[in-house]
C-alpha cells in the first residue's frame, strides 16, 4: 500500500472543487428554470416577476393596510369567497379557499378571543342558508400580522413581510414544506396538493397561477390595492361589512370605522398582530 | 517468543473472521438483497407518481386534516436513530468504555445510514423537492430565524462530521484489507488517501476531537433544532413547550441504543460473531434503554398533566384524542405494550441475571423501537386535526402511497446497510 503522494492530492482536491462548483451551476440552473415558469404561467409577466401579484410591485413603507369585518353586519353570504376564487385564480383543488366563513351560534362570545369550544359550539363551514335566525358569521382568511409566525419560520424568505403591511407569497422561491401551514395559528394557508388548473379563459391576467407543490394564501389583493382599487371580498359585500384601508391615514375609511367602534383581533394574546379587526356594528348576532 | 506467535496466529484469525463477509458471499445475501430491491424500486416509482400527480395521492390535507404526516414521523425517527451509533461511538471513546468497542462501527453506519433516510424523508415531504437547493440559497437570510434552517445546518453538519468520523477511524483497517484483497483497491485506494502506518496516533487525537463535537452535536440536533421546529409553535397545542427539547432527546438517544442493540444483534447472528460481540454489551445496552424508557414514560407523564390539569381548551382536547379519543388504542397499547413492559423486563434483567438473554433484550429493543416510531406518529399527527379556528374536523388516512414509502425508505436503509457489511469491515479489526 503505497501512500498517495502530494500531487495525487491536489489532483483529487481539484476534482472535489470542480464537483462543488458544478453543484453550484446545477442549483442555479435550477432556481432560474423556475422563474421562467412563473413567467410563462400568466402571459402578462415578465421573466423575473417572483412575487404573488406577478408585477414585483413595490410596496409604499408610508401605507399600512388593514382590514375592518363587521361580523354584526356578515350576513354568511359566502359572495367574498367565490368573487375571491375567480378574482385569485384559486383551482378547484384548493378547498377551502383563501377566504372562510364560519357560521357560529349565538351565545357563543366574540369579544376578545373566542376559543375553541366556544367556536365548536354549533360552528359549520357547511350551512347550506343564510342569513339564520340565531347565528352569526365569522368570516377568516390571511390576517396579513405585524408579526406573522409563518413569515418567521419559512427557510427560503418564499413567505414574507412587505413595507406596506401584507403578507405574500413569492410562489416560484417556496420549496413547499408547509412549516408555515403549520405555523399559522388562523390555518390561513393553502397547499397545492394537486395540479391546479384554471381555464384560460376564466384566468385573471393580473394574477400568477399556483404550480403545484407550493403554498398560496389571501394576498388582500395585492394586484388591486396597489393600484388604488379594493379587494375584491370587499368590493362583492353586499351589506358593506368589510372595511378597507390605509390605517397610518386617520382620514381613511378603515380609521374612522375603527375610532367610531368597539374592535377586536382574533387570538390576540398570541402576538401575532393580525391587521384584521373584528367590530359588531349590527348587533344582529346577539338575539336568539 | 512463543506468546508473540500464538498472538499473531490470533491476530490472523480475528482478521480472517471478521473479514469473512468481505470475502464470502452466500447466495443467501444475493437473496435479500434481491428482496430488498423490491420495495425500493417500488418506491422509486411510487415517488414518480408523487412528483407528477401532487402530495395529493397522500392522506395528508389542511386546514382539515393533517399537513404533515408519516413522512415527517420518519424524520424524526431516522434522526433519533442516527444518535445511536456514533453516540455509542463517542462515548466509547470518551469514557473509555472498551468493552463495547466492536459495535463502535455498528452504531457509525447506522447514523450515517439513518441520517440519509432522515434526508430522504424531508425531500418526499416536500412540495418542490426540485427547489431543495433554495434552503441553500437563501440559506444567509432565513438563519436568522428559520427553524428549518437551523435544522438543515445542523443535520448537514452532524452528517459530515459523523461520515468524517467513521472515514478515519475505519482507515487502518481499509489499508488491512486494500492488502489482503488487492482485488477491491479501487474501492480502499481512494479512501486512504495521504495514508501512513504510522498515523494511528494522530487519527486518535483527531477522532477525540471529534467525538467532543459529535457529543454536543447530539444535544443540539435531537434536543435543539428538531424538536425547535415543533415546541417552538403556539400555534399547535400539544407541541408548544419547553420540554419539547428534553422529550425529543430522550426519545432519540432511548430509540437509538435500541436500533444499535437490534442490529448488533443482527450483525451478530448472521456473521456468527458471538465471540466478538459479546453477550455483556447487549445486557449493559438494555438495561440503559430500559432506563431510559422508564424517564421516557415519566416525561409522557409530566407532559399529559399539564395538557389537562389547568389547561387552555386547545390542549385538553389534543390530550383527550390521545388518552380516550381516536387515538386512545394506539396510545394505551403503545404505552402498555411498546414501553412499559419491555423496558420493565430490561430492567429487571439487571437485578436477575438469568433472565438475560441476547434474544429477548433484542425482542424488548425491537418493540421499543416499534413503540417510538408510533409515538413520533403521535407527536405529528394528533396536533395538526385540531385547527384553533372552527374549520371541520378533519382525519387523516394513511394512503398506500405512504405506507409504500414507508416501506422502501426501509427497505433502502437496509440495503445501504448491508452493502456496507460486504464491501468494508463491520467490526474494528484491530483491536490490542
Avoid at chain 2, 90 to 111: D, M
Avoid at chain 2, 315 to 320: A, D, I, K, Q, R
Wanted: aromatic content about 12%; proline content about 6%; charged content about 15%.
Amino acid at each position: 500500500m503505497s501512500p498517495i503522494r502530494r500531487r495525487d492530492f491536489v489532483r483529487y482536491m481539484g476534482g472535489m472543487v470542480g464537483l462543488a462548483f458544478l453543484g453550484k451551476l446545477g442549483s442555479s440552473l435550477l432556481i432560474s428554470r423556475d422563474r421562467v415558469e412563473a413567467g410563462q404561467s400568466g402571459d402578462l409577466l415578465p421573466p423575473s416577476s417572483p412575487k404573488a401579484d406577478g408585477f414585483s410591485t413595490t410596496a409604499d413603507p408610508a401605507i399600512k393596510y388593514g382590514m375592518v369585518i363587521d361580523v354584526g353586519a356578515c350576513i354568511g353570504c359566502r359572495r367574498c369567497m367565490w368573487a375571491c376564487q375567480k378574482e385569485n385564480n384559486t383551482p378547484s383543488t384548493i378547498s377551502p379557499l383563501w377566504i372562510e366563513v364560519f357560521e357560529l351560534k349565538s351565545g357563543t362570545s366574540v369579544t376578545g378571543h373566542p376559543s375553541i369550544e366556544d367556536l365548536k359550539q354549533g360552528a359549520t363551514t357547511s350551512y347550506t342558508q343564510s342569513p339564520t335566525e340565531g347565528r352569526w358569521y365569522l368570516p377568516a382568511q390571511c390576517f396579513h400580522c405585524e408579526n406573522p409566525p409563518c413569515v418567521k419560520v419559512c427557510p427560503t424568505g418564499a413567505t414574507y413581510k412587505d413595507a406596506d403591511g401584507l403578507v405574500l407569497m413569492d410562489y416560484t422561491r417556496c420549496i413547499g414544506c408547509r412549516l408555515c401551514v403549520v405555523a399559522c395559528p388562523y390555518s390561513a394557508r393553502r397547499f397545492n396538493w394537486w395540479r391546479g388548473e384554471v381555464p384560460a379563459e376564466e384566468t385573471n391576467p393580473l394574477v400568477p397561477v399556483r404550480q403545484i407543490g407550493v403554498v398560496e394564501k389571501c394576498t388582500f389583493c395585492v394586484h388591486r390595492v396597489r393600484r388604488g382599487l379594493l379587494p375584491r371580498c370587499v368590493e362583492v359585500c353586499p351589506v358593506r361589512a368589510r372595511h378597507f384601508g390605509n390605517l397610518n391615514d386617520p382620514e381613511s375609511q378603515v380609521s374612522k370605522v375603527l375610532q367610531e367602534n368597539l374592535s377586536f383581533r382574533l387570538m390576540e394574546e398570541l402576538n401575532t398582530g393580525p391587521s384584521i379587526r373584528y367590530i359588531t356594528r349590527g348587533k344582529k348576532w346577539i338575539q336568539s | 517468543m512463543d506468546t508473540v506467535i500464538t498472538k499473531r496466529e490470533r491476530r490472523q484469525r480475528l482478521t480472517d473472521d471478521l473479514l469473512r463477509p468481505l470475502f464470502h458471499t452466500t447466495p443467501v445475501f444475493f437473496l435479500v438483497a434481491g428482496a430488498l430491491l423490491i420495495p425500493v424500486l417500488w418506491f422509486l416509482y411510487v415517488w414518480y407518481i408523487q412528483l407528477t400527480q401532487g402530495l395529493g395521492v397522500t392522506g395528508l390535507r389542511t386546514p382539515s386534516g393533517a399537513a404533515w404526516g408519516i413522512y415527517i414521523a420518519n424524520f424524526v425517527f431516522y434522526v433519533g436513530i442516527a444518535h445511536g451509533g456514533i453516540a455509542v461511538a463517542a462515548a466509547i471513546r470518551l469514557l473509555k468504555l472498551k468493552g463495547y468497542e466492536p459495535i463502535g462501527r455498528i452504531g457509525e453506519v447506522l447514523t450515517v445510514v439513518s441520517l440519509s433516510m432522515a434526508g430522504l424523508s424531508i425531500s418526499l415531504d416536500m412540495g418542490r423537492p426540485d427547489r431543495l437547493f433554495n434552503i441553500i440559497a437563501f440559506w444567509p437570510q432565513r438563519i436568522g430565524s428559520s427553524s428549518l434552517s437551523w435544522d438543515v445546518t445542523v443535520i448537514m453538519l452532524y452528517f459530515s462530521l459523523s461520515a468524517l468520523y467513521l472515514w478515519l477511524t475505519m482507515r487502518h483497517d481499509l489499508a488491512e484489507c486494500a492488502a489482503q484483497f488487492p482485488r477491491r483497491a479501487w474501492l480502499y485506494r481512494p479512501l486512504l488517501l495521504g495514508y501512513r502506518p504510522d498515523e494511528k496516533a494522530k487519527i486518535d487525537r483527531m477522532a477525540w476531537w471529534l467525538s467532543i463535537a459529535i457529543v454536543f452535536l447530539i444535544v443540539m440536533l435531537s434536543g435543539g433544532v428538531v424538536p425547535w421546529i415543533f415546541g417552538l409553535l403556539p400555534s399547535r397545542p400539544g407541541w408548544f413547550g419547553a420540554l419539547a427539547g428534553p422529550y425529543f432527546l430522550t426519545a432519540a438517544i432511548s430509540s437509538a441504543m435500541a436500533g444499535v442493540l437490534v442490529v448488533s444483534a443482527m450483525v451478530r447472528g448472521v456473521f456468527h460473531w458471538e465471540a466478538h460481540i459479546k453477550p455483556q454489551i447487549f445486557r449493559g445496552l438494555g438495561i440503559f434503554l430500559g432506563i431510559m424508557t422508564m424517564f421516557y414514560l415519566y416525561l409522557i407523564l409530566a407532559e399529559q398533566l399539564t395538557m389537562r390539569y389547568a389547561a387552555p381548551i386547545s390542549e385538553f382536547l389534543v390530550s383527550e384524542m390521545l388518552l380516550t379519543g381516536e387515538f386512545a388504542p394506539l396510545f394505551w397499547s403503545m404505552l402498555i405494550g411498546g414501553f412499559f413492559l419491555p423496558a420493565l423486563f430490561l430492567i429487571l434483567q439487571a437485578f436477575h441475571p438469568r433472565w438475560f438473554g441476547v434474544t429477548r433484550t433484542t425482542i424488548a429493543a425491537m418493540v421499543i423501537l416499534l413503540a417510538f416510531w408510533i409515538k413520533r406518529f403521535l407527536i405529528v399527527v394528533p396536533s395538526l386535526l385540531r385547527p384553533l379556528l372552527p374549520f371541520p374536523e378533519g382525519t387523516y388516512q394513511v394512503t398506500w402511497v405512504e405506507w409504500s414509502v414507508t416501506a422502501g425508505v426501509l427497505a433502502l436503509a437496509i440495503l445501504m446497510f448491508i452493502a456496507f457489511v460486504k464491501l468494508f469491515p463491520m467490526v474494528e479489526v484491530s483491536e490490542e
